[in-house]
């Protein structure tokens, strides 16, 4: 996919990868972007930074992304990428709050449903279109010190695999964004929104990118056209260790695990 000339939508638009995604597309020629988030003012400054348009939406709720879409559409035009992006971090272990882990699955999960169950007949009618949904190499390969973040991103890679294989016939593309650690509010240690310390020091083993560093990747890999977009490419080899031994690589995690928790 070339993104010049395209509409995109762009949810979790307000800071982080969400803004770094904006400017680089708007740098590669977009006709028009959306910027989404939950704070108004956030998506504002992105949208000032691209000459787009700002929304402000609350992706945990059905109706917030089919006002986005509905609005885009009509106003801007048809959407030709929906992003996918915006994510948070909670519930992180077996006794978090119930509403801990229904609020993370409502974000991170239901997010991505809801943006397809209203744009997929839409594209399919005008022979096509893009989603590319943020996932987390969490959803690879799951997610010390966070356990509803590495359920729902797992889900979240879940549902694109279904999305992509029930509509690429009819001109559905899927992308699943699946960076390690990124220099974002979620990675800041001691922001209020922030995963515990033990995640990020997990996910930032093998280096902490820039917002940046990974949109250059994804416009490569959109370009390619891959399911998987993977900024750290050493992703695929923990994912090749995984199954080809399971028991072996669960007794590896735990040991990271201990260690990382000072257990070891």
Same mark, same amino acid.
């Given at each position: 996919?070339?993104?010049?000339?395209?509409?995109? *939508? @762009?949810?979790?638009?307000? $800071?982080? =990868? /969400?803004?770094?995604?904006?400017?680089?597309?708007? #740098?590669?020629? &977009?006709?028009?972007?959306?910027?989404?988030?939950?704070?108004?003012?956030?998506?504002?400054?992105?949208?000032?930074?691209?000459?787009?348009?700002?929304?402000?939406?609350?992706?945990?709720?059905?109706?917030?992304?089919?006002? *986005? @879409?509905?609005?885009?559409? $009509?106003? =801007? /035009?048809?959407?030709?990428?929906?992003?996918?992006? #915006?994510?948070? &971090?909670?519930?992180?272990?077996?006794?978090?709050?119930?509403?801990?882990?229904?609020?993370?699955?409502?974000?991170?999960?239901?997010?991505?449903?809801?943006?397809?169950?209203?744009?997929?007949?839409?594209?399919?009618?005008?022979?096509?279109?893009?989603?590319?949904?943020?996932?987390?190499?969490?959803?690879?390969?799951?997610?010390?010190?966070?356990? &509803?973040?590495?359920?729902?991103?797992?889900?979240?890679?879940?549902?694109?695999?279904?999305?992509?294989?029930?509509?690429?016939?009819?001109?559905?593309?899927?992308?699943?964004?699946?960076?390690?650690?990124?220099?974002?509010?979620?990675?800041?240690?001691?922001?209020?929104?922030?995963?515990?310390?033990?995640?990020?020091?997990?996910?930032?083993?093998?280096?902490?990118?820039?917002?940046?560093?990974?949109?250059?990747?994804?416009?490569?890999?959109?370009?390619?056209?891959?399911?998987?977009?993977?900024?750290?490419?050493?992703?695929?080899?923990?994912?090749?260790?995984?199954?080809?031994?399971?028991?072996?690589?669960?007794?590896?995690?735990?040991?990271?695990?201990?260690?990382?928790?000072?257990?070891?």
């Amino acid at each position: 996919m070339e993104l010049a000339n395209k509409i995109i *939508v @762009i949810t979790g638009a307000g $800071s982080g =990868i /969400g803004r770094a995604l904006a400017v680089r597309f708007h #740098a590669e020629g &977009a006709r028009s972007i959306v910027a989404v988030d939950i704070n108004l003012a956030d998506a504002q400054d992105t949208a000032q930074m691209v000459d787009g348009t700002a929304m402000m939406a609350d992706v945990a709720k059905e109706g917030d992304i089919v006002r *986005v @879409i509905e609005d885009t559409e $009509s106003q =801007i /035009g048809p959407i030709d990428l929906f992003c996918s992006n #915006a994510g948070i &971090a909670m519930g992180r272990h077996i006794h978090s709050p119930n509403s801990e882990w229904q609020t993370i699955w409502d974000v991170n999960v239901m997010s991505h449903v809801y943006a397809a169950r209203h744009l997929v007949p839409r594209m399919v009618a005008r022979g096509g279109g893009y989603f590319m949904n943020t996932s987390s190499a969490a959803g690879l390969l799951n997610q010390i010190g966070g356990a &509803a973040y590495g359920v729902t991103k797992h889900a979240a890679v879940g549902f694109g695999e279904w999305l992509a294989i029930h509509h690429k016939h009819e001109g559905i593309r899927v992308s699943m964004l699946c960076p390690q650690a990124v220099r974002t509010r979620m990675t800041a240690v001691g922001d209020e929104s922030s995963s515990a310390p033990s995640a990020i020091t997990a996910a930032a083993g093998d280096g902490m990118l820039e917002p940046e560093e990974l949109a250059d990747t994804v416009v490569q890999e959109l370009r390619n056209e891959s399911f998987l977009i993977l900024p750290h490419s050493i992703v695929l080899d923990y994912m090749r260790n995984k199954t080809t031994n399971y028991d072996r690589w669960i007794g590896g995690m735990n040991k990271l695990m201990r260690k990382i928790t000072g257990l070891i």
